[in-house]
């Protein structure tokens, strides 16, 4: 089972960039055709890994669960059959739902990461996220921050930018969710990938891969949280493009 994909969906390169917009209704998740190969990837960093990939506030364990509800209810179109506790994905692997841990639960049923904000003083700040798939940075050194600290390695994030991405998270409302996306040339095919932020920068030459983010920005009704959810595709750089890569059938390997 392979982690990557062999194909992008057409709205990743229809969609400028950033091109923050609506995102459609029944859009906010997607299963494409590496479903199965990340989702087993995933499985083994929450089990393994948890301390890598998985941190939570004490602020953030109420919006940890009811961003697990919110997942919950939109499982089904998908593909998932869920039930009281569990939830067999369309793998076939099931996963026992545990309220404990809604963020080990939730990084086991869909190939998106989320990091999930809460407004403060210095703007809005993670206060819980799970992320199996990062792209050179460490969860560890981002949670409890706000989003300008967050941001603060990445050169093109100026006062300007932080000012824009702080009114999205500011003015998002429940049920209007925002879509974004990100696109850039890659090195490497390894989806998780930490580095911590003084580690130089990515390594010179051939960059045969593409990496894609799809971004949406949901509000959660009852705590009022912002989350940020995140869905990669990393591909070959002359991949296809297809509509059919967007909400593709599972292949079990």
């Excluded at 109420?62 to 961003?67: F, T, V």
């Excluded at 960059?207 to 989350?227: D, H, M």
């Excluded at 995140?230 to 599972?250: E, F, K, M, N, Q």
Aim: charge should be neutral; charged fraction near 25%.
């Amino acid at each position: 089972m392979d982690p990557l994909q062999t194909c992008l969906p057409d709205d990743a390169v229809a969609h400028s960039l950033p091109g923050t917009r609506p995102c459609a209704p029944g859009d906010w998740l997607r299963i494409d055709d590496a479903f199965a190969g990340q989702m087993a990837l995933r499985d083994s960093l929450v089990l393994a890994r948890p301390g890598d990939v998985m941190a939570c506030l004490p602020e953030g364990a109420a919006p940890a669960a009811e961003l697990l509800d919110a997942v919950l209810s939109d499982l089904p179109t998908l593909g998932h059959r869920v039930a009281s506790n569990s939830v067999i994905r369309p793998d076939g692997v099931a996963v026992t739902l545990d309220p404990e841990a809604p963020l080990a639960v939730l990084g086991r049923l869909v190939q998106e990461d989320f990091a999930v904000m809460l407004p403060g003083p210095e703007g809005h700040r993670m206060v819980a996220g799970i992320v199996c798939f990062p792209s050179r940075w460490r969860l560890e050194q981002k949670i409890g921050r706000p989003l300008v600290r967050i941001h603060r390695p990445v050169p093109a994030y100026d006062a300007a930018l932080a000012r824009r991405v702080q009114r999205l998270f500011d003015g998002v409302r429940a049920g209007a969710p925002l879509v974004r996306w990100n696109r850039l040339p890659y090195w490497e095919r390894r989806l998780f990938n930490p580095r911590p932020e003084e580690a130089p920068r990515a390594p010179e030459g051939p960059r045969p891969y593409v990496r894609v983010e799809r971004q949406v920005i949901r509000r959660l009704p009852e705590t009022a949280a912002v989350v940020f959810s995140i869905h990669t595709w990393l591909v070959r750089a002359d991949a296809p493009y297809s509509a059919g890569c967007a909400r593709s059938g599972v292949a079990g390997d």
